[in-house]
């Protein structure tokens, strides 16, 4: 994983130039900041590294972070902690994005534990957002980022309205 103080990170862009304001920015999830979207360090985050559907280098560098903070306590991590991780993965497929080679390994490596890192906050309340983004974090790891970005809008209601469609069809 990258180290937070590599000089690499003012090498690697984000939606507004080099990403050297990001460590910073991922040294403040360690406190577990709620998610709303609107305060930070996750305004800044989802603006720079996820801005508008488009990701960067940056983004495949941040999400081993973001998934390394969750393993230290999946209980704590909100919503956004699985939803961000996720969300870059829905995006590179998307997009048919390599990911750095340097980085390569970190990035897919951090995927590939969120289904465990979900499992583990199974023990923790559950509203419909953390659910749709846990949901799309496991999808996402498992390299399904089309059911991963569906999930992500698969409310009660939508899941209703989609399941009248599905048995209707």
Not at 3 to 27: F, K, M, T, V
Not at 89 to 118: G, N
Not at 142 to 158: F, H, I, M, Q, R
Request: proline share 7%; glycine share 2%.
């Amino acid at each position: 994983m990258l180290n937070l103080d590599d000089p690499r990170w003012a090498e690697l862009n984000h939606a507004y130039g080099p990403a050297s304001d990001i460590p910073a920015l991922l040294r403040q999830l360690e406190s577990f900041p709620a998610s709303n979207g609107k305060e930070e360090p996750w305004f800044s985050l989802w603006s720079s590294l996820a801005h508008q559907g488009d990701v960067y280098s940056a983004s495949f560098a941040a999400v081993p972070h973001v998934v390394r903070t969750i393993s230290m306590n999946p209980l704590m991590a909100d919503w956004d902690f699985f939803k961000f991780p996720a969300w870059v993965e829905i995006c590179r497929q998307r997009h048919s994005l390599d990911v750095p080679v340097d980085l390569a390994s970190d990035y897919f490596e951090a995927l590939s534990s969120l289904p465990s890192l979900v499992a583990a906050a199974a023990a923790r309340k559950w509203d419909a957002a953390f659910l749709s983004c846990a949901l799309a974090a496991v999808a996402a790891a498992k390299g399904y980022g089309s059911v991963a970005e569906a999930a992500l809008e698969l409310d009660p209601e939508v899941a209703a309205e989609f399941m009248k469609w599905f048995h209707e069809r």
